[in-house]
C-alpha cells in the first residue's frame, strides 16, 4: 500500500478536475482516479468527452469542444501537483480515517475524500446513439438548444423534465414534438398546462423511438406504436432525450447518503456528506442544474472544504 495521501478525488469531469486544481495549488498533492476508458459511467473527462461544441462556459468566446475542455483542465491540475490514475476505483472503507479506496487488488489511502464520479443520462438503448450523440441527439436543452435555431426537432419524456426542455426549446425550433410511452403526461399540473399552451408544442402519445435515421447526423427517427404497432417516421434534425439520469453512486451505497433517486446528499451550503472527511460534488450530488459550470463550482467548494476540513484535523 502506498503513503496515505492527503486527499484522493475519485472522478474526473469539471467537478473532480477543478477540484484537483484547487487541492493542487493548496499543496495539497491530490490523486485524481480519473476512471477507465472503457467505462460508460467511470470515463476520464465523464459526460463532457462526448459532447462535441460547448458555448456557454465562461472564458470561450468562440466555444471549445468538450474533450479539449477537460484535457485543458487536466493539464492545469497537473501543472500544480495533480498526480492521476487512469483506472476506475472498485471497493472502498470509509469506516476509519486514514481512507481507504482499492483499484482491484492496489490499495490506496487517504485523510480526505472528494468523491464527483458523476451522472449519466439515462438513454433508449438503441445502436444509432453512440453514433449521433451530438451530431442531432442531446441529453441537455440547455447546452445544445441554440444549435437547433429554426429546426423540427422532438423531445422524448413525459415527466417536468421533459416539459421542461420541450418548452426551453420552444425558443429556438420552429416546432417541438413531445413523444411519450403513455396518453398521458407524468409532469406536474403546471408544467402540463405550460406544455399544452404552447403552439410550438405537438404531442406524439402511446408511442417510443425504435430507431434513428442519418449515418453523421440526425435526420429523422422512427417511432412505434405502443398498442398498434405501427411505425412512423418523423423527420426531425434533432432529438432530445429526457427519461432521467442515473448518478454514478453504486460504490458508495450503505456508505453515505443518499436521496430516493441515489443521488448523494450533501450538507446545505456545504460539500460535506454524512461522514466527516467526505465530499462530494457535481453532477452526482447535483439533480438540478447538471451543467459543466455548476459541477466546477462545486468541485471547487469540495476542495476549500477540503483543505479547511484538513486544517482543523491538523492533517493538512
Known amino acids: 500500500m502506498s503513503s496515505t495521501r492527503k486527499v484522493i478525488i475519485i472522478g474526473s469531469g469539471p467537478a473532480g478536475l477543478t477540484a484537483a486544481i484547487y487541492t493542487a495549488r493548496a499543496n495539497l498533492s491530490p490523486l485524481v482516479i480519473e476512471g477507465e476508458p472503457s467505462s460508460t459511467s467511470d470515463q476520464p473527462g465523464g459526460q463532457l468527452m462526448l459532447t462535441t461544441e460547448i458555448e456557454n462556459f465562461p472564458g470561450w468566446p468562440t466555444g471549445i469542444t468538450g474533450p479539449e475542455l477537460m484535457q485543458n483542465m487536466r493539464e492545469q491540475a497537473a501543472r500544480f501537483g495533480a498526480e492521476y490514475l487512469t ?3 472498485t471497493r472502498i472503507d470509509f469506516t476509519a480515517r486514514p481512507f481507504r479506496v482499492w483499484v482491484r487488488d492496489a490499495e490506496f489511502s487517504a485523510d480526505s475524500i472528494i468523491v464527483s464520479t458523476g451522472a449519466r443520462s439515462l438513454m433508449l438503448g438503441l445502436e444509432a446513439e453512440s453514433r449521433l450523440l451530438s451530431h442531432g441527439l442531446s441529453t441537455c436543452a440547455t447546452c445544445d438548444g441554440f444549435f437547433f435555431r429554426g429546426h423540427e426537432i422532438a423531445v422524448v419524456g413525459g415527466g417536468d423534465s421533459a416539459v421542461e426542455e420541450a418548452t426551453f426549446l420552444t425558443k429556438f425550433a420552429s ?15 403546471i408544467m402540463r398546462d405550460r406544455a399544452h399552451a404552447n403552439p410550438k408544442i405537438e404531442f406524439m402519445w402511446n408511442h417510443t423511438v425504435v430507431d434513428l435515421l442519418g449515418d453523421d447526423r440526425l435526420t429523422g427517427l422512427v417511432a412505434q406504436h405502443t398498442e398498434t404497432g405501427a411505425l412512423t417516421t418523423l423527420p426531425v434534425t434533432g432529438l432530445f432525450l429526457a427519461i432521467g439520469h442515473r448518478p454514478n453512486t453504486d460504490l458508495f ?9 441515489g443521488y448523494l446528499v450533501t450538507q446545505p451550503n456545504s460539500s460535506y456528506t454524512n461522514i466527516p472527511g467526505v465530499f462530494a460534488c457535481g453532477d452526482v450530488q447535483d439533480h438540478t442544474y447538471r451543467q ?25
Open 87 to 89: 483506472e476506475k476505483v
Open 175 to 189: 416546432k417541438v414534438t413531445l413523444i411519450h410511452r403513455r396518453d398521458t403526461l407524468r409532469a406536474s399540473k
Open 253 to 261: 451505497t450503505g456508505v453515505l447518503d443518499m436521496d430516493d433517486n
Open 292 to 316: 459543466a459550470i455548476t459541477a466546477a463550482g462545486s468541485g471547487c467548494m469540495a476542495a476549500i472544504d477540503a483543505e479547511r476540513w484538513l486544517e482543523a484535523q491538523h492533517a493538512g
